[in-house]
């Protein structure tokens, strides 16, 4: 089992650029999530879903969007990057319904925006 | 409205002694609590949980122990080992909120710098 994988690992792109951040896991979790991780801030829910057909705004969903493909896939994309977009993004996924929360985590994306 | 905090942005600890890692919260809706371990360039792994119905979890070095009236957690790893540098993440769960979605909500991190 790869787990939870992301692609790409880092990116850079330039003021207005859109991009989509890949996520998938083999471990048929229910919920998928995204995170951004910036100094001092730990990690902040941009966007989860909770189950196969659903998605919702967490804590900082301004300027993204998000597809749950299917539920293998979740999908983080940046319509018009800013450079406070600048961040470490992490894509989680857990079973959820059973008695841990726990998440699982890929490795991250590394975007600049400059 | 920071839920969930880690006050201390960063500690430092000889080898073999222990690692104290605190962490306080806010919404007493909160019932299960994780603490997560990451690495540079790595993502989080889990590392320990406990439920509110529990006051202490023990697993191996790692130690976590809850004081729900305090409205605080703490990880607590003996001994300590210079492989545990790294941040420390806890993090809460309203587990029976009405959506139930698994959310979790983290606090800022504490960097563990064991030294040899």
């Known amino acids: 089992n790869a787990g939870v994988t992301q692609t790409p690992k880092f990116q850079v792109l330039k003021t207005g650029q859109s991009m989509t951040l890949q996520c998938a896991q083999d471990?048929?979790?229910?919920?998928m999530y995204w995170y951004r991780q910036d100094p001092g801030m730990g990690l902040r829910l941009i966007y989860y879903s909770a189950s196969e057909g659903t998605t919702d705004k967490g804590e900082v969903p301004n300027g993204y969007n998000v597809s749950r493909l299917n539920k293998r896939e979740f999908s983080l994309r940046l319509e018009s990057a800013a450079p406070s977009q600048t961040s470490v993004y992490f894509c989680a996924s857990t079973r959820r319904g059973g008695i841990s929360y726990e998440q699982y985590f890929g490795p991250g994306t590394r975007l600049t925006v400059t | 409205d920071q839920q969930v905090k880690q006050n201390s942005p960063s500690l430092s600890v000889q080898e073999g002694r222990i690692s104290i890692l605190n962490c306080d919260y806010t919404n007493s809706m909160f019932d299960y609590f994780l603490w997560y371990k990451k690495y540079p360039a790595e993502g989080p792994t889990f590392l320990i949980s406990?439920?509110?119905?529990?006051d202490k979890n023990e697993d191996g070095r790692f130690t976590v122990f809850l004081n729900k009236s305090a409205k605080h957690l703490s990880l607590h790893i003996v001994p300590s080992q210079p492989g545990d540098s790294a941040v420390y993440f806890c993090?809460?769960?309203?587990?029976?909120?009405?959506?139930?979605?698994?959310?979790?909500?983290f606090g800022q991190g504490t960097t563990l710098q064991v030294k040899p």
């Open positions: 993090a809460a769960s309203d587990s029976h909120g009405s959506s139930n979605t698994g959310k979790l909500i």
């Open positions: 471990m048929n979790h229910n919920s």
């Open positions: 406990i439920s509110s119905i529990k």
